[in-house]
T-cell receptor, first 115, second 112 residues
Framework: EAGVVQSPRYKIIEKKQPVAFWCNPISGHNTLYWYLQNLGQGPELLIRYENEEAVDDSQLPKDRFSAERLKGVDSTLKIQPAELGDSAVYLC?????????????FGPGTRLTVL | KQEVTQIPAALSVPEGENLVLNCSFTDSAIYNLQWFRQDPGKGLTSLLLIQSSQREQTSGRLNASLDKSSGRSTLYIAASQPGDSATYLCAAHRVGAQKLVFGQGTRLTINP
């Protein structure tokens, strides 16, 4: 069974440029998460989707970040414009249920460097 | 607000030793507590999930315990191997929050 797929794995951009990350969750998983992980820290939730509905986006900086999960399957996270402080690893995860209490499966992440 | 702390930040032990990683959380109202492993440049791999009604879970050489009253969880690794070298993160799922709150991780090095 394929795991959570993310692309690209690495991205280097200059500040003020836009960037997008893509995630394909495990087949059949209803809940999808985007996390941000800074160096030496644990992941922090940015947004959680139940099917195609964003049910928790309280930690998403909405002035520059946006996300979508069309058709309740794969998802895209966008930053526009990127700032130096956005350099981090962006992790996508998925879980089978919709209450958020079961095991989450993580993708390998996208490492973003903003110059 | 749930806060999760892992001490120490880094640990180095000789191969073959048994070891314990610690995790503490401030809010005992949790659905579950999960332990993850993260290898350099990789995503997180779930190791064990302990439901709030459980006291421990075991998988192979790993044993995780949960004491909600004291706000603590431990991950016990028996007969450590160099392949166990990684960062170990714990995460608490707080009731009502519907999200995991992670600790900052313990970077474990097993020396051959």
């Amino acid at each position: 069974e394929a795991g959570v797929v993310q692309s690209p794995r690495y991205k280097i951009i200059e500040k003020k440029q836009p960037v997008a990350f893509w995630c394909n969750p495990i087949s059949g998983h209803n809940t999808l998460y985007w996390y941000l992980q800074n160096l030496g820290q644990g992941p922090e939730l940015l947004i959680r989707y139940e099917n195609e509905e964003a049910v928790d986006d309280s930690q998403l900086p909405k002035d520059r970040f946006s996300a979508e999960r069309l058709k309740g399957v794969d998802s895209t996270l966008k930053i526009q414009p990127a700032e130096l402080g956005d350099s981090a690893v962006y992790l996508c995860a998925s879980s089978l249920g919709v209450d958020g209490t079961d095991t989450q499966y993580f993708g390998p992440g996208t490492r973003l460097t903003v110059l | 607000k749930q806060e999760v702390t892992q001490i120490p930040a880094a640990l180095s032990v000789p191969e073959g030793e048994n070891l314990v990683l610690n995790c503490s959380f401030t809010d005992s109202a949790i659905y579950n507590l999960q332990w993850f492993r993260q290898d350099p440049g990789k995503g997180l791999t779930s190791l064990l999930l302990i439901q709030s009604s459980q006291r421990e879970q075991t998988s192979g050489r790993l044993n995780a315990s949960l004491d909600k009253s004291s706000g603590r969880s431990t991950l016990y690794i028996a007969a450590s191997q160099p392949g166990d070298s990684a960062t170990y993160l714990c995460a608490a799922h707080r009731v009502g929050a519907q999200k995991l709150v992670f600790g900052q991780g313990t970077r474990l090095t097993i020396n051959p």
